[in-house]
C-alpha cells in the first residue's frame, strides 16, 4: 500500500466528509441497515458485561415490582448500542417505546405535548439529551421527579401555570458527551450505564451475527481481521462487513477469510489497526515531515491539508486513545507506537541516541 500518495482527495472519498468508512457516526446505509442488525433483548446484545447485569438487574426488579423502570441514562461513544439498549428496555419491559432528540424539542410546549401523550409505564427515549434547550431541561426535571409538568397558558403577566398529571413513564437519555449535562438532569436517573469500547473478541461476535443475519459466509479469521479494524464500535464494524461481502462477492466466491478480508479493507484504505487514510496523513506527516514534533495543530492541519478542525476532531480523537499521538501544551507528538505503526525508526534511534532529546527517548 502506498502511504506516501499525496493527491488531495476527492469530494466524495474527502476523508473526514461524512461517509468515512471508519467513521463512527451513522451513514445513510447504516440507518437503512442497522434496524435489521439490532439485538432484541438482552440476552442477544453482545459484550457491555457490566452494564448488561446491572441494567438487567434494574428491569427484572421493576417486572417483579409490577412497576416502571427507574429512569436510565446511556453514555458513550457514537455506535456503541444506546439507541439499540433503549429499544432493548422497553423490549423487555414490555412497552412501547417513543423516540425522539434533543436537538428536535426546540420549545418546552414540544416537549409537554410529548409527555402528556404518553402511556403509562411507555419508555420515552431522548437521544442526545445534552442539546436540549434550557426551558425543556428544567420541564423535564420535574416530570423525571414528580411525574408532573406545569404547562405555561398565556404570555407576560397573565401566564398561568396549568399542572398537569403524567402517568409513570421510563426516560432513557443518551450522550456522547455525559459531561455536558448538568449536574440536576444527571442525578435524575436512577440508573446510568457507561458504554464502553469493544473488545475485538466482542466486535468478532458481533460480526458473526451480523454476518448470519446478512447471510453471509465467513470464517473465525475473516471475522477477527475485520473486528481488529473495526475501532472498538459495532457499528463500524457492521459497515466493514458490509464492504468486504461486497469485495468477497465481486473477487471471489463469496466467502470471507482472512485473506479477503484483509485485500478488501486494503482496497477501502482502512489498516491493520483500523487507521484510514487522514488517520495515516497525520501520522505520517507528524513523524516524516516535523520528526515526531512537537508541532502545533494548524502547521499539522496544513501540512495534510486539511481544517484544523478535522484533525483536531476526526483523525485526533482515536489516534490519541490507539496511542499513537499525544496532545502537550507544546504541542502534537507522536509516541513510539506511532513509528513502529507506520515501519519507522525515530531520529533518536538513527543518529545513536545522542542530540535531541525525545519525550519518549531512551
Ligand atoms: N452490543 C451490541 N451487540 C450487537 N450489535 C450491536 C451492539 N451494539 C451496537 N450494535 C450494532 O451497532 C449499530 C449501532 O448501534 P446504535 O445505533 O445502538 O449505536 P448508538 O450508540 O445509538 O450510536 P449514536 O451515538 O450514533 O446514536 C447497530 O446496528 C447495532 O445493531
Ligand atoms: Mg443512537
Known amino acids: 500500500m502506498n502511504w506516501d500518495d499525496t493527491a488531495p482527495p476527492t469530494e466524495d472519498t474527502a476523508p473526514g466528509g461524512p461517509d468515512r468508512l471508519v467513521g463512527a457516526d451513522a451513514d445513510g446505509e447504516d440507518t437503512a441497515v442497522e434496524a435489521a442488525l439490532r439485538p432484541k433483548d438482552l440476552a442477544e446484545f453482545v459484550g457491555q458485561e457490566r452494564v448488561r447485569e446491572q441494567l438487567d438487574l434494574v428491569l427484572r426488579a421493576a417486572r417483579a ?27 423487555e419491559m414490555g ?29 420515552l427515549f431522548l437521544d442526545e439529551i445534552h442539546r436540549m434547550s434550557r426551558p425543556a431541561e428544567e420541564m423535564l426535571y420535574m416530570a423525571m421527579e414528580d411525574f408532573r409538568v406545569d404547562v405555561i397558558v398565556g404570555k407576560g403577566p397573565g401566564a398561568t401555570a396549568i399542572p398537569l398529571e403524567l402517568p409513570p413513564f421510563t426516560l432513557v437519555g443518551a450522550t456522547t458527551r455525559a459531561g455536558l449535562l ?6 435524575r436517573f436512577g440508573f446510568t450505564a457507561h458504554m464502553e469500547f469493544y ?15 446478512l447471510d453471509v459466509e465467513i470464517e473465525g479469521d475473516g ?29 471471489a466466491d463469496g466467502l470471507i477469510t482472512r485473506e479477503i478480508a484483509s485485500q478488501a479493507l486494503a482496497v477501502y484504505e482502512v489498516d491493520a489497526r483500523g487507521l484510514d487514510r487522514l488517520d495515516r496523513a497525520v501520522l505520517t506527516a507528524l513523524l516524516k515531515l516535523f520528526g515526531g514534533g512537537p508541532v502545533g495543530l494548524s502547521t499539522l492541519a496544513v501540512a495534510v491539508g ?7 476532531e476526526v483523525a485526533e480523537p482515536f489516534l490519541v486513545r490507539e496511542g499513537l499521538l499525544a ?36
Open 65 to 91: 415490582r409490577g412497576a416502571t423502570a427507574d429512569h436510565v441514562l446511556l453514555s458513550g461513544a457514537p455506535g456503541l448500542g444506546k439507541t439499540t439498549l433503549s429499544m432493548i428496555i422497553a423490549a
Open 95 to 123: 412497552a412501547p417505546i417513543r423516540i425522539t432528540s434533543g436537538p428536535a424539542i426546540q420549545h418546552a410546549g414540544d416537549l409537554a405535548a410529548i409527555l402528556s401523550s404518553l402511556q403509562e409505564g411507555e419508555v
Open 182 to 187: 448538568p449536574p440536576p438532569l444527571r442525578d
Open 199 to 213: 473488545a475485538p473478541a466482542e466486535l468478532q461476535r458481533v460480526i458473526h451475527r451480523s454476518a448470519g443475519l
Open 223 to 251: 471475522a477477527a481481521e475485520i473486528a481488529g479494524r473495526s475501532r472498538g464500535t459495532p457499528r463500524i464494524a457492521n459497515r466493514l462487513l458490509r464492504r468486504v461481502r461486497d469485495y468477497a462477492q465481486v473477487k
Open 306 to 312: 486539511e481544517e484544523r478542525e478535522t484533525v483536531e
Open 327 to 362: 496532545r502537550t501544551p507544546r504541542g502534537r507528538i507522536a509516541t513510539p507506537a506511532a513509528w513502529a505503526h507506520l515501519g519507522l525508526v525515530p531520529p533518536q534511534q538513527q543518529s545513536g541516541g545522542s542530540g535531541q532529546q525525545g519525550l519518549f527517548g531512551p
